[in-house]
């Protein structure tokens, strides 16, 4: 069946940097779009990056609050998609989760993000 395992979560303080990491199984990982979304406490489930398939360029997207901080990449080896976060700042906190959309949204367990000194 379809797995999303995120990994890669912590605390760091801010300004510091983390590398989310989420293993991909049960579906033809090379063949879909992949996303980040996160979760704050009290808000709705935001997009965060994408990046699309190597048929169109492996594209990527960025939300206005992650761009030039946050970068996305895919293994397609290794069925994993990564988030690389530099510069984190408190309002980064959040569960971060893996998804992709095939028929319905599929999401992984999600991995905590804490940014605080």
């Known amino acids: 069946q379809v797995q999303l395992v995120e990994s890669g979560g912590g605390l760091v303080q801010p300004g510091g940097s983390l590398r989310l990491s989420c293993a991909a199984s049960?579906?033809?990982?090379?063949?879909?779009?992949m996303s980040w979304y996160r979760q704050a406490p009290g808000k709705e489930r935001e997009l965060v990056a994408r990046i699309y398939t190597a048929g169109n360029t492996n594209g990527t997207y960025y939300a206005d609050p992650v761009k030039g901080r946050f970068t996305i990449s895919r293994d397609n080896a290794k069925n994993t998609v990564y988030l690389q976060m530099n510069t984190l700042n408190p309002e980064d906190t959040a569960v971060y989760y893996c998804?992709?959309?095939?028929?319905?949204?599929?999401w992984g367990q999600g991995t905590q993000v804490t940014v605080s000194s």
């Open positions: 998804s992709y959309f095939s028929t319905s949204r599929h």
């Open positions: 049960g579906f033809a990982f090379s063949r879909y779009t």
